[in-house]
Antibody, heavy 120, light 106 residues
């Protein structure tokens, strides 16, 4: 059974940092691109970043470039999102998501989500 | 960025009804269109990818069609478990989602 479990969410002050983790099981992690997608009541679903199978290629939505870093550890079957210089508008539920085979940005499995609240 | 616009934003229907949700892209996306279902407090679930291919385990009452800029999701006969929010998403470039269509019980 495919499972993705996020952790590391919480309350952080504006300008602060937070690191999200996503532990995966049930599939060969190193064979798939992975993404982070966030959801807010106001903006809906927004793709945040993705990373190639071997970590050699990463992409970001413009609003987080230079502040967020996606990474992975294939030996630990884990995906990460380091979020720096957090802003109120980064408040959201963050999902890790597995991409379908190849580099297609189609998300066939999702975690349950981690809530990140940026507030003073 | 490619903008995705869904209509309607909300829809009331009854069990057994046939419903159609529309998604329009701001530019042509060929067949790079996916549909997701989300229930409150849960993650989105992939229903249909590449416009019309049913994800494994998804009931055949769900279907998708379209090409270019205009796409539809159809549920042929609504069941109680289908009341949820539906999102389209393009996968041709940096992925973007529609704003969602909330399907409610009439």
């Amino acid at each position: 059974e495919v499972q993705l479990v996020e952790s590391g969410g919480g309350l952080v002050q504006p300008g602060g940092s937070l690191r999200l983790s996503c532990a995966v099981s049930g599939f060969t992690f190193s064979n798939y691109w992975m993404s982070w997608v966030r959801q807010t009541p106001g903006k809906g679903l927004e793709w945040v970043a993705n990373i190639r199978k071997d970590g050699s290629e990463r992409s970001y939505v413009d609003s987080v470039k230079g502040r967020f870093t996606i990474s992975r550890d294939n030996a630990e079957n884990s995906l990460y999102l380091l979020m720096n210089s957090l802003r109120a508008e980064d408040t959201a539920v963050y999902f890790c998501a597995k991409q379908m085979v190849g580099s297609s940005t189609t998300f066939d499995y999702w975690g349950q989500g981690a809530l990140v609240t940026v507030s003073s | 960025d490619i903008q995705m616009t869904q209509s309607p934003s909300s829809l009331s229907a009854s069990v057994g009804d046939r419903v159609t949700i529309t998604c329009r892209a701001s530019q042509s996306i060929s067949s790079c269109l996916n549909w997701y279902q989300q229930k409150p407090g849960k993650a989105p679930k992939l229903l249909i990818y590449a416009t019309s291919i049913l994800q494994s385990g998804v009931p055949s009452r769900f279907s998708g069609s379209g090409s270019g800029t205009d796409f539809t999701l159809t549920i042929s006969s609504l069941r109680p478990e289908d009341f949820a929010t539906y999102y389209c998403q393009q996968s041709c470039s940096a992925p973007t989602f529609g704003q969602g269509t909330k399907l409610e019980i009439k």
